[in-house]
Nanobody, 116 residues
């Protein structure tokens, strides 16, 4: 089992920035990728960004150049730096951990609202 706890969401004006954090605990030894997904009201959950054990990253086209995913292995924490936020970035953001056999773990989600 892997437990994931997100933090850092909130309300921000368009053009502003937020940094999300996701702390992992439990049996994270077999983690292959960690990432962030989001779900807006009435929409399906979608990938935002992922980072592999070897630090390879992948981003949704809609966030490329604005969001940066990173991780601190010593702290078992993954981050999502979000800059130049837009109203369409408003969603619940979920942290994800996937192990080498494809088993997914999810955090409880953190709300990000971009509004003036």
């Amino acid at each position: 089992q892997v437990q994931l706890v997100e933090s850092g969401g909130g309300l921000v004006q368009p053009g502003g920035s937020l940094r999300l954090s996701c702390a992992a605990s439990g049996n994270a030894f077999n983690t292959y990728t960690m990432g962030w997904y989001r779900q807006a009201p009435g929409k399906q959950r979608e990938l935002v960004a992922t980072i592999t054990r070897g630090d390879s990253t992948n981003y949704a086209d809609s966030v490329k150049g604005r969001f940066t995913i990173s991780k601190d292995n010593a702290k078992h924490t993954v981050y999502l730096q979000m800059n130049s936020l837009k109203p369409e970035d408003t969603a619940v953001y979920y942290c994800n951990s996937r192990n080498f056999v494809g088993l997914d773990y999810w955090g409880q989600g953190t709300q990000v609202t971009v509004s003036s």
